[in-house]
């Protein structure tokens, strides 16, 4: 998601999504996200192995009709919920747990996946593993940044990725950037690394030509 003002230039979600949230917009943003994103996903990635993951706030989830707006639109487009994951933040921690448990259990019973994005920055604690229904853990780049520089830093994410995998949860390594970085991952045994290594965020047109150009030798999320 990004914005192209004409005066201010080029907008960073991390400007203006905090701001949509606050106001309440973010619930017309999110849902144009989903409809734009399974669009695009029906239209050019429908029958390739790849997955679909959508950042979702916890203003949508617990002020919206979240469940019926993505059981209309995955309908709608003939996908699978089980090729889509729903990123949530920690913030939704601070949230009712039971209401947020029940939520998550709806989601899931349908299909649809929970990946909990910048693992480790908020509210979040590993009872989050054990106590609501998550299928991927996102670890963030802070974890990641001087794992090649920092046995410690190395030494607290094998702690982490070894917690999850008790659990059954699927590891994602954010911010890799270097390959001293992935090879270090990949000896930890984190599923997914995504990063600018492989590529900064494309728009649909240019993700269709990288795909095209690369043959994905391993699980690496652009």
């Not at 982490?160 to 390594?173: L, M, P, Q, R």
């Not at 950037?177 to 494309?202: C, F, N, S």
Request: glycine share 4%; aromatic share 10%; hydrophobic share 40%.
């Amino acid at each position: 998601m990004r914005w192209h003002n004409r005066k201010l230039g080029l907008i960073a979600p991390d400007k203006f999504i905090p701001i949509a949230e606050e106001t309440g917009l973010i619930a017309n943003i999110g849902e144009f996200v989903i409809q734009q994103a399974l669009y695009d996903y029906a239209q050019h990635l429908k029958y390739t192995e790849i997955s679909l993951s959508i950042n979702v706030s916890a203003y949508q989830l617990m002020y919206t009709p979240l469940f019926d707006i993505l059981k209309h639109h995955v309908e709608h487009y003939q996908i699978s919920p089980s090729r889509m994951i729903l990123e949530v933040t920690e913030s939704i921690f601070i949230e009712d747990k039971g209401a947020v448990q029940g939520l998550f259990e709806k989601l899931m019973s349908y299909g649809f996946l929970i990946s909990l994005d910048d693992f480790g920055t908020g509210y979040s604690s590993l009872s989050q593993m054990r106590d609501y229904p998550i299928h991927e853990l996102k670890i963030d780049r802070s974890f990641i940044t001087h794992i090649h520089e920092k046995e410690q830093d190395a030494a607290l994410l094998h702690q982490i990725v070894s917690i999850a995998k008790c659990h059954d949860i699927v590891t994602v390594a954010e911010g890799i950037e270097v390959t001293a970085q992935h090879e270090i991952v990949r000896t930890l045994g984190i599923d997914i690394e995504q990063g600018y290594l492989y590529a900064k965020p494309l728009e649909i047109d240019a993700l269709k030509a990288y795909l095209a150009a690369n043959t994905l030798t391993q699980k690496a999320c652009c």
